[in-house]
């Protein structure tokens, strides 16, 4: 895209602060905002990806993206969209080097951007900047004065130690960069977080070239945007977004996929790897593979956590808002986990979940949910207690008994079984009435047949198999 370049004129660098978990990123924004986003995050991590303008002591301007981690950014970046002017690496000087921070090099060498790098927590007793620098410096990152061109600013959000320093580091690379913006030129803009509100569909964007004004015709890709509204990072409406700051933009038809590039006119989207909300077919499920549903509450946190699925778990559906209780009706269908991550789970769905024994779990922490995956896959995807084969079929009472033999371990009343044929699951029920011949009888071992009544009352036919689990 041709910009006009008629207008052109020094705009805010946009900064993205990068780094392993807890090493301080949200501390050290904290410091340079002066807020306290950092107090009301759940353990502490940040779980949105957001933007904020940033004033210098001389009037100037710095737009920093904190991100929830790395995979969002990666996938921005993976969309063709150029986010980041200029790249903070966070190293905690009590901790150093440590995979993320691998990780995070990683990214900002593909990015191809300058970088500085920030050591956070200088005011731990202990912490040798030498030791951090020789580190990272076995990671190819070589500093001024020591072979290379990288910044290293040593610093402490809790004291305020080195801030200004780090902040007059950004202001003198993004000079040496010399970055323009014409708000007369084409829209160049890329979106970091879309979301479902009150007001409607919404986008945070940073615009790096043009302008968006209220009123305009804008596109994320192919997603339509008639702007009617415009906030700024403070939550303050606007009239219009200049190039280098960021603003949540109201009007789209659907939610823009993140990383999207927004313009005057529709382009083709990137095929996007995160399973879209509808069918997803479960037969295509090996018996290994763990079936899950996943909602949060905005797209940024939805996408940084499917990156982050473990492998042999199935995303089966997923979305952007409360679950509800088609949510429910789909995981007891298909045998799937359902995990909220920060998004609403009404005392109506909880119910509805409990009685049809859908697991329901919710998290804050994206790496807690990701643990309790892990977890998941550790136990297996179920612990089966015993087996047995249907050979028969017959009413009692107005209801359907299946006849069968144990094969393998016990079957007891009161268990959960998955319904079997030719392996696949075809439904889950509960045992609730277990007889030989015409004793009730709490339990039945290898080698016995019984007649079992189910509840819910499944669709069963000879030569399908009971399998009692324990989840």
């Known amino acids: 895209m041709e910009a006009k370049n008629q207008n052109n004129q020094t705009r805010p660098p946009v900064v993205v602060v990068l780094g392993h978990v807890d090493h301080g990123k949200t501390t050290l924004l904290d410091a340079v905002r002066k807020t306290n986003i950092a107090g009301g995050e759940a353990g502490g991590i940040t779980q949105a990806i957001g933007a904020s303008v940033v004033t210098t002591n001389d009037g100037k301007k710095i737009t920093f993206i904190d991100t929830p981690g790395h995979a969002a950014f990666t996938k921005m970046r993976g969309r063709g969209a150029k986010i980041a002017d200029i790249a903070v690496l966070v190293v905690a000087q009590d901790d150093g080097v440590a995979p993320q921070t691998k990780e995070a090099i990683q990214i900002i060498r593909d990015a191809k951007i300058p970088f500085l790098v920030a050591g956070t927590k200088a005011d731990v007793a202990g912490v040798n900047v030498e030791l951090i620098k020789g580190q990272l410096e076995k990671e190819q990152v070589f500093f001024e004065g020591r072979g290379g061109d990288t910044p290293f600013v040593s610093i402490s959000a809790k004291t305020g130690t080195g801030v200004d320093d780090l902040i007059e580091m950004i202001i003198l690379m993004s000079e040496v960069i010399d970055l323009k913006g014409d708000p007369a030129a084409d829209l160049e803009g890329v979106v970091i977080e879309s979301n479902k509100e009150k007001m409607g569909l919404t986008a945070s964007v940073v615009v790096r070239n043009g302008s968006i004004k209220i009123g305009q015709t804008i596109f994320a890709e192919e997603v339509l945007c008639k702007v009617r509204g415009l906030f700024d990072d403070k939550g303050r409406a606007i009239r219009e977004v200049l190039p280098g700051y960021p603003a949540k ?10 990383g999207a590039l927004v313009t005057n006119e529709p382009h083709e989207a990137v095929k996007e790897v995160v399973v879209k909300k509808g069918y997803f077919d479960l037969r295509r499920l090996k018996e290994d593979e763990i079936p899950i549903i996943i909602k949060a509450s905005n797209a940024g946190a939805l996408e940084a956590i499917i990156a982050s699925i473990p492998p042999k778990i199935v995303v089966v559906d997923s979305g952007v808002g409360e679950i509800n209780s088609s949510d429910v009706i789909a995981a007891k269908t298909g045998n799937a ?19 049809e024994n859908v697991r329901l779990e919710r998290f804050e922490i994206i790496y807690e949910f990701i643990q309790r995956l892990e977890e998941i896959l550790k136990k297996g995807k179920i612990q089966e207690i015993g087996r047995a084969n249907i050979l028969a079929s017959f009413p009692f009472n107005n209801k359907k008994v299946a006849g069968a033999k144990v094969t393998s371990g016990r079957i007891t009343k009161g268990d959960t079984v998955l319904l079997l044929r030719n392996e696949k699951t075809m439904g889950k029920a509960k045992i609730v009435s277990i007889r030989k011949q015409k004793n009730e009888v709490a339990t039945v071992g290898p080698s016995e047949e019984f007649g079992a009544i189910l509840e819910p009352q499944l669709d069963f036919g000879v030569g399908d198999c009971l399998a009692s689990i324990k989840n």
């Open 249 to 258: 933009v109201i009007g789209f038809s659907e939610i823009p996929p993140i």
């Open 337 to 355: 986990f359902i995990f909220s991550f920060e998004s609403k789970i009404g005392n109506d769905v909880a119910k509805l979940a409990e009685a």
